[in-house]
Structures are given as C-alpha cells and as structure tokens.
C-alpha cells in the first residue's frame, strides 16, 4: 500500500460506516446521523458530506441519492459499477478493477477537500459519513476484504448491527474482525426490532461488558405496501422525527467526544512521554524540547502514522488542510524487525488464534506444537548439515548471550578449563556488537554502547578485517586504516556477484597469514584461553553497517577450526562436530532474509555450529529469538549432574503465540522469496554493469551460475548515490541500503555527519510531502524494505532520498 496520511483532521470528523452484514441497514442509519446533523446546520457551523467509497448496481437507484434526497446534503460516489452484485465481481465484468491504493487515495482526496475548505471558515466543522458496501469482510474491486482495503486510513467506526436472526452471531464476529485491524470502534448500534429478536437487548449488554459502546435506534417503518410517492412521504417523515431520539444523540455524541479526545490524547503524548519515559540509546540531556518526539496514532505497512508538529512541517507545504498525521516511511523496519509491514492483517489473526488456544504455557520440561514446528523449520530452512537442536529465548541479545554461554562450556569441557577461574575470551570482528546483556556486551570489543557499563570488562580479541562497498561505480574491497600492507591494495569488481566468487578469488594468503600469526600471538605466544569465534556475518549492524569480505570471514572460520587452541587435543573426526572453537554466527540483524536469503551464513557457504535468529522471526510482530546448536554442542551439557545442564530460560521462552506467529512470518516470506516482485529485483541486479574497468588491478572473474546478490532498492540509485561528491560509499545487498558520508572530522559513532540528512529526510524539508524516518550510526544512514515493500515506494524514497542529498550541495 502506497503512502497515504490516517484520515485525521481537527475541524473534520470522518467517520467509517461498516455492517455486520449485508442489508442490516447502513444507508438508512447514515442518513438518519446525516438527519441528525443538519439540524445542527442551522445553529451551529457543521457541514455535511456523504461519501461512497464504492457502489454497484443501477445509479438511479445508488445510495448517494438516497442520502442527498433525504439530508439535502452532498454526495459522492468514487467508484461505480453497474452489475448489483458483491464489488469484486461488478469490477471484473466492467473491465476495470481499480486497485486498493486507487481507492484510498480517491477517498483520502475527497476527504482532504473538505478539510481544506473547512480550513477556510473559522470555527467551522464537518463530518464526512463513509460507507462501505456489504459487510465488514466483503471483498472490494480487487478481492481484498475492505476492513484490509480502508485500513491504512484508519477511520473511526460505526458498526451498524445485524437486527435479523442470527445477527447477533454475525454483529460480534464482524466486531471483532475490525479490532483484530486496529480500528477504534466509535460504537455499535442495532436496530430495535420490536421485540421480534431482541438482538439489540442483547447486543447492548454484551458490547458494554467489553467496554464498547452500543446504541439502539428506532425500527425502520415498514413499506411493504407503498407507491414511490409514499414511501418517500413516509421515510422522509421518519428521518425527521427519528433523527433526533435518544439512540441518534448519543452516537452522535460519542463521535464527538471520541474524536476531541484522540486529538487531546495526540496533543499531550510527547509531553506525557518527556516526564515519564526514559527512552533508549538517548541522551536526554540534548533534547530540547518534547517536539522532537515523534508520536505515533498506527503504522500500516510500511508507514507510521505521525503527528504533525511545528518542527515536522519543516517546510513541507503538504499540511495546508489542517491534517493531524501525516505517514512516514519506516527506513529503520523498526530496529530491523519489520519483515511484513506494519498492521499484517495475517499476523495479527496468527496472534489472535495462539493467545487464545494457549494463553502463555511454561516451556521447561513440556512442549507445544508452535514451538517444535517452528524449531523444525527453522532447522530446515537454514539448511545446515550441523544444527540439531533450538533453544528459545526472547530477543537478539538473549539469545547471543546463551549462544555465547553454550560455546565457552563446549570448549572448557573439552579443553579441561574451569571458566569461573580461568579467563576464557571470545575471538570476533572489531566493530561487532551482540547486544546489551552483560554477557553478550563482554563479547565486544570497548565501544560506545559499553565502555562506560560499570560490570563490562570485554573478554576476548577482535581482528581488523577488509569492508566491501561501492564507490563511485564499482565494488571495492578495501583494507581497513592503515592495514594496507598486511590485506593488501584495494581490489575491484565488475558486480557484488564477483566479490563472493571465492573459488575464482582463490584463497588470499595474506588473510590465512595475518589470522594465523595473531592467534600464534595470542594462544602460544601470550598464552590466551578462548572459547568461541561469535560473527555477525556479511554485516556488522550496530557497528555501523560493514560489509566484511566474505572471503576474509570464510577464511577466518576455516582457520579457527583448524587451529590446535590446545596443543596434544585431537580434532574430532565426526565432520558435523565442532573443531578448534565452536564457531557462532550471529544472524539476528542478517538472517531470515534481510539480506535476501533465510540464512546469511549461506554467503559465505559455510556453517556455523551455533546460529542466533531474532528480529524477523515473527515478522516484526512479538519478541522471539532462537540459538541454534549442532548436536556436539548440546552433547557437552549432558552429565548425572544438575549444575552441567544449559540452566537458562525466560518466563516467556518459547511462548506459543510467538511462535505461532514466528511459523506464518516465515512461511509468509518464503512464499515473497519465489514472488514476481522478487524475481524482478534479481533481474535489476543481474545486469549489473560498473562504470569504468580500465584500471589495471580490476578483477574481472568469468560469472558463473551461481545465484546472483541483489537488492530490492535499485542498481541504478546505489550507483548513482555512489558518485555524490558528499558520499563516501554504498552497501545495497536484500533490503539494506547504506550511505556512509564523508567527514573530515572522522567516521565512526560519534561522527554528526548523518544528522542533518536524517533530519531532512523527517522534516521534509525541500517540500515533496514525502516524510522518511530513518537511524544513523554516526556517518552513515541506512534504510531498510520490508519484505511486502512494493517496488514503487521504494522507487519514491529513492527519489526523496537523492533529491535531499542535492539540497544539501546546493545548501538548500
């Protein structure tokens, strides 16, 4: 779904008529509200529209007719179509099925320009009656149930009850349909059959017990018997008594009340938030003011939804109608979770059926179906011959801190050490970080996130390493600082494709040597004890988005598992145990196809024997993680003795409904893994051509059939991001893009050189309405895709994107 604002304006009440079913009244109750407000026309400043999304059948006898007729208020159809049949079938036989985004885009159009006129009269109102066709799952033109269709607008609604038998059934599924979505319910209301069903007695009772609030309005004459003329006659002298009894004056209020308090409560949440909140990886010192909080109404898709500010406005001329929110594309997939946008209408169901088959069950020593299915699949997707059991813990950090604890009890079994007197490190990659439990912190090297942590001692020993990444045209790899001499001169290569050709890169000796004279340093030199080798692989994330030569990290694992750590301790001979050191992978930013694969280990095409999964485990949904261990791993936890089991867990390890969830999320992706939007990104990729190949030490390796890397933002922008005189280099690999800037003052962490790009990007401030929410790690900015992200909004950030890295040359 393309970028469209939450219909929220201050001086327009848009409200959302929904029907539990077909026929249960919902034209006849929009224009009794209709009836109800134009009396207040004459005292008050209210104005009065009356919108159909969508309407089938002969427009003589359309409902926006009726309503005018009996209101004498403005209608509008948006889309209309001949055939009286459900909207999915009368758009396929006239030929034209307009899409969802054409939908909500008309309506949101059509409700923006009576906001703006209502902009134009001071102390003036409105209210817009939206009416949906059929029942709240009906299908729209394109086959999309509209509750799905007309969410990202996220409407307040008036559900209109069924009065008829087996309403009540049907008037409570519709109910809960729309709150699985996310919408607010502004009521529901019934008409009073007379005694006949007393579905409204009923309803009423239920719905208040639940806190929602339900009305009864009068009964509908009865026309059985009238000509056109006194059926008008008799409605019209309906509309004008019943508009004004007790059932229209509180619905009408509610909608009044409901709506001053969402902007009340929007108005006051940054403040709220600046004295109550204490948020993470912020310095609140440096904040001046709570504006600088964004506030969130929803997120749909790839979207929040945000509240206009001074400071957001920034020189976008898109909030002339007064509008409240405004969407902001989410470039960070919040922390990296987002996997299937924001609202998942599937995920939210998942959520709904575990919570209530299970509730939470504990986990030790019992199972559940969710957590073995979801164990199992893992197990298979990841595709590696040396995994064999998964344990669940709760987030990314968790779950590294027992991957952690699993290898270093693995090596001091076979190695005799005791780790409680014994120091016993990790080795690692300098920049990576693991989390920000204490353990997984002690697996880093000192940084910002941890050197000011009181109980952080960093146990280990992480080695420079080679980064690849595009500048001015071509991928390079390129020593870190001052490596020069030991990595060797900058290479170049025609694709991303040619960097991961290992076999036609052949093994680099100045890798195996620079690896092997430190640990010959370390280990007999020093005498140094470790215990694992923990890797983010291709990406460190929170370090600030390297892309690590896979070659180096292919060669650093083959080497670790090689190395005699203990002089005199045989390397096992079953091929699936570990060797040297347990070698960790830790996949929570890079796994479950952020890069465009299930497993990032698959790149380097070898396989670690512990592997850490989190972030898009439940498609950004509930917190989750796994730790993955092969079979020898596990085997050094068994003994007679308590004290030698794995004693880790969590009151919520393995929690049913997350990993139900977790089981939809990655089949949901595996399915967009062999998508046509897919296929298209790898053909983007796939012709792939660099911008100049005449230096002498360019790489031009012969292609192969192996599977091409590629990315969902295009070749063309990351090339040409590539060249800006204010970038320094790209990384566009799966969903990731990342544009590090020059800085004269240096890069790193504590680098402000991305600030004002962030800002700009937030603020909008060249005026395109186009609002990008993005985090920077000090000289670099990233964004991420969702896995649903559709290739034309990608296409307008990446405009947006290039549009303000020009403002900022020109100094505008």
Same mark, same amino acid.
């Given at each position: ?89 009368? /758009?396929? =036989? ?48 394109? +086959? ?39 919408? =607010? ?49 008799? $409605? ?84 002339? @109608?007064? /509008? ?25 169901? /998942? ?25 199992? &699949? ?7 011959? &040396? ?15 027992? +991957?952690?604890? $699993? ?6 079994? &076979? ?23 204490? +353990? ?13 942590? =009181? ?14 990444? $595009? ?36 093994? @680099? ?159 949901? $992706? ?107 790690? +000090? ?13 034309? =909004? ?19």
């Amino acid at each position: 779904m393309s970028r469209v604002p939450t219909a929220l304006w201050k001086n327009l009440i848009a409200v959302q008529v929904y029907g539990a079913n077909t026929g249960v009244g919902k034209t006849v109750f929009s224009t009794l509200l209709g009836s109800h407000f134009s009396r207040k026309i004459a005292k008050t400043k209210w104005d009065l529209r009356y919108i159909k999304p969508v309407s089938t059948g002969p427009i003589d006898e359309a409902d926006d007719g009726y309503f005018s007729r009996y209101t004498g208020a403005n209608a509008d159809t948006l889309f209309q179509f001949k055939k009286a049949v459900s909207p999915h079938v009368a /758009a396929r =036989d006239s030929g034209r099925i307009p899409s969802d985004n054409d939908i909500v885009q008309k309506l949101y159009s059509k409700l923006s320009e009576i906001a703006t006129r209502r902009c134009s009269q001071e102390n003036s109102i409105g209210l817009a009656i939206v009416e949906t066709a059929g029942g709240v799952l009906s299908p729209g033109p394109s +086959g999309v149930p509209q509750a799905d269709l007309f969410r990202p607008l996220r409407m307040p609604v008036v559900l209109v009850g069924d009065h008829r038998l087996g309403g009540i059934a049907s008037t409570i599924s519709a109910t809960e349909s729309l709150i699985l979505r996310g919408y =607010d319910i502004a009521g529901v209301v019934c008409f009073d059959d007379k005694g006949k069903y007393e579905n409204s007695n009923y309803l009423r009772n239920y719905f208040e017990e639940r806190e929602i609030a339900a009305f009864e309005i009068p009964w509908i004459p009865d026309l059985s018997d009238c000509t056109t003329e006194t059926e008008i006659e008799k $409605m019209r002298a309906y509309y004008l008594e019943e508009s004004d009894s007790d059932g229209l004056h509180n619905i009408a209020g509610q909608l009044i009340d409901q709506h001053a308090t969402r902007l009340e409560n929007l108005s006051k949440m940054a403040k709220k938030t600046s004295e109550s909140i204490w948020h993470p990886f912020t310095q609140h010192k440096n904040r001046k003011s709570s504006d600088e909080i964004l506030v969130f109404d929803s997120a749909y898709g790839d979207y929040f939804q945000t509240k206009h500010t001074a400071q957001s406005n920034g020189g976008s001329k898109g909030n002339t @109608n007064n /509008a409240i929110l405004y969407p902001a594309f989410d470039g960070s997939a919040s922390w990296w979770t987002q996997g299937l946008g924001h609202g998942n209408p599937k995920l939210a169901l /998942a959520a709904a059926y575990a919570a209530g088959r299970y509730g939470h069950v504990m986990f030790a020593g019992a199972t559940n179906e969710p957590a073995v299915a979801l164990a199992q &699949r893992l197990l298979q997707g990841l595709e590696n011959p &040396r995994l064999a059991r998964c344990f669940y813990t709760d987030d990314g950090s968790t779950a590294a801190e027992v +991957g952690i604890k $699993m290898a270093l009890r693995a090596s001091c079994k &076979r190695y005799g050490w005791d780790g409680s007197s014994t120091e016993v490190g990790i080795l690692g990659l300098k920049g990576s970080y693991h989390g920000d439990t204490i +353990g997984a912190m002690d697996a880093s090297e000192p940084c910002t996130y941890n050197k000011k942590v =009181d109980w952080y001692r960093g146990r280990g020993h992480w080695f420079d390493f080679p980064t690849v990444k $595009m500048r001015q045209g071509q991928w390079i790899v390129e020593p870190s600082a001052g490596m020069e001499q030991v990595f060797g001169e900058t290479s170049r290569y025609r694709t991303l494709d040619d960097v991961f050709e290992f076999e036609k890169r052949r093994q @680099n000796p100045r890798y195996r040597e620079y690896i092997t004279e430190q640990l010959n340093t370390l280990v007999k030199e020093q005498g140094k004890a470790f215990g694992a080798l923990v890797m983010e692989p291709i990406i460190l994330g929170a370090g600030g988005m390297l892309f690590v030569d896979p070659l180096f990290q292919r060669t650093f694992v083959e080497i670790v598992r090689e190395y005699d750590f203990v002089e005199s301790t045989a390397h096992p001979k079953d091929p699936k145990a570990w060797s040297g050191l347990p070698v960790v992978f830790d996949e929570v930013f890079t796994g479950l196809y952020r890069l465009g694969r299930f497993s990032s280990a698959s790149f380097l095409e070898t396989h670690p024997d512990i592997s850490i999964h989190a972030k898009l485990l439940t498609g950004g949904l509930l917190p989750l993680s796994a730790t993955l261990a092969s079979e020898s791993i596990f085997e050094a936890f068994l003994s007679n003795e308590v004290a030698d089991a794995l004693l880790h867990g969590h009151s919520y390890t393995a929690h049913p409904i997350g990993c139900h969830v977790g089981n939809v999320s990655l089949k949901a $992706m595996e399915e967009l893994s062999h998508s046509y939007a897919w296929q298209d990104y790898l053909k983007d990729w796939q012709g792939e051509v660099a911008s100049t190949f005449d230096q002498p030490h360019v790489e031009t390796p012969k292609k192969t059939t192996k599977k091409c890397i590629w990315s969902m933002w295009s070749q063309r922008t990351a090339n040409e991001i590539s060249y800006h005189p204010l970038v320094d280099h790209v990384i566009a690999i799966g969903s990731v893009l990342v544009v590090s800037l020059k800085d004269d003052h240096g890069s790193g962490y504590t680098s402000k050189a991305a600030l004002g790009l962030r800002d700009a990007l937030l603020r909008d401030r060249i005026g395109q309405n186009i609002h990008i929410h993005s985090r920077v790690l +000090g000289n670099t900015i990233y964004l991420m895709a969702s896995m649903t992200s559709a290739p034309s =909004d990608l296409a307008t950030i990446e405009s947006a994107f290039m549009d303000q890295l020009k403002a900022m040359v020109d100094g505008s």
